[in-house]
């Protein structure tokens, strides 16, 4: 069971049901509007980090993208449409497995 850290988005209501017919079992969002989500820490058992690009808190974006990076944790980025999300999570994927 694969899991999966959204960042982004304030309802990813229908997008849940989808990601869970990509085999992801476990997802975790935080919507990414706050400052104070800035100093948030990336669970440990998060396999992939989706950053959805549109309303959030652009510092909150660097600071995970550093974290991830030192945290060896893939990134993607995406807008909140289910088709830039499904092509983004299987490029990321693709990029893992090679």
Do not use: Y
Not at 71 to 94: A, L, M, N, T, V
């Amino acid at each position: 069971m694969k899991s999966l850290l959204i960042i982004g988005g304030d309802r990813i209501g229908n997008i849940l049901k989808n990601l869970e017919g990509e085999g992801f079992g476990e997802v975790i969002h935080l919507n990414g509007r706050k400052k104070k989500m800035v100093r948030t820490d990336i669970p440990r058992k998060v396999d992939l980090i989706l950053v959805l690009t549109d309303f959030i808190n652009h510092n909150l974006t660097g600071a995970i993208k550093r974290k991830a990076q030192e945290s060896g944790i893939p990134i993607c980025f995406s807008k909140r449409s289910w088709c830039f999300i499904r092509e983004e999570i299987k490029r990321s994927q693709i990029n893992v497995n090679r």
